[in-house]
């Protein structure tokens, strides 16, 4: 899926400004053809992973969370659920996750379904503080954190996948920088 040619030419400039992609061996790791989607892929996986910690960071459970639980007077036993079904769910999924994620060759459908349910999942939070109040908000979030914790979990793992096969190994950690 080729994007406008000036655009194409734009971020290929920007990638080699960012990147410092001078280096003719970079793509050394990856396929001839990936390599040509480098710069494209560089920036698609910017703004996800920005957005992606935009997410962690609006749907912290140790303070924004809590905030909103507690404005909305959701009980202090939901509210103290919260660390420990966001931090166990984000993790402990991945031993059982990660054998059915790589049976899939293409991961790119797995983590495009993680990115949408994290998004959907931190609306959500929004959504449930915005109209409901006490208990029903409280289990709203928390079944909104479960979620998220899941598809991040789901994310985490594709996500690994995703930037080894579209990113130069020398380039990965420049990625997570600017993000």
């Keep these: 899926m080729a994007l406008v040619p000036d655009l194409e030419h734009r971020l290929a400039s920007l990638y080699a400004l960012i ?15 990936a390599c040509t989607w480098v710069p494209r892929n560089f920036f698609v996986l910017l703004v996800t992973s920005t957005l992606t910690k935009l997410g962690d960071a609006l749907s912290s459970p140790k303070t924004v969370l809590t905030w909103v639980m507690a404005s909305v007077g959701a009980p202090t ?6 660390v420990p079904v966001r931090e166990s769910l984000s993790m402990l999924p991945q031993l059982l996750l990660g054998a ?3 049976r899939h ?8 379904a993680g990115s949408l349910l994290q998004g959907g999942a931190v609306l959500g ?10 208990m ?7 079944a909104c954190v ?7 979990s789901l994310n985490s793992l594709a ?6 096969k579209t990113i130069p190994k020398g380039r990965r950690g420049r990625l997570g920088g600017w993000a």
């Design 77 to 82: 036993s939901l509210i103290a659920m919260l």
């Design 105 to 112: 060759p293409l991961r790119r459908p797995i983590w495009l």
């Design 159 to 164: 996500d690994k996948d995703l930037v080894g």
């Design 125 to 134: 939070c929004a959504a449930a503080a915005a109209w409901l109040d006490g």
């Design 19 to 33: 990147a410092e992609d001078e280096d003719a061996r970079a793509c050394r790791d990856l396929d001839e053809t």
């Design 100 to 102: 059915w994620v790589r």
């Design 136 to 142: 029903a908000a409280g289990w709203t979030i928390l």
């Design 146 to 152: 479960v979620v998220f914790s899941l598809a991040r």
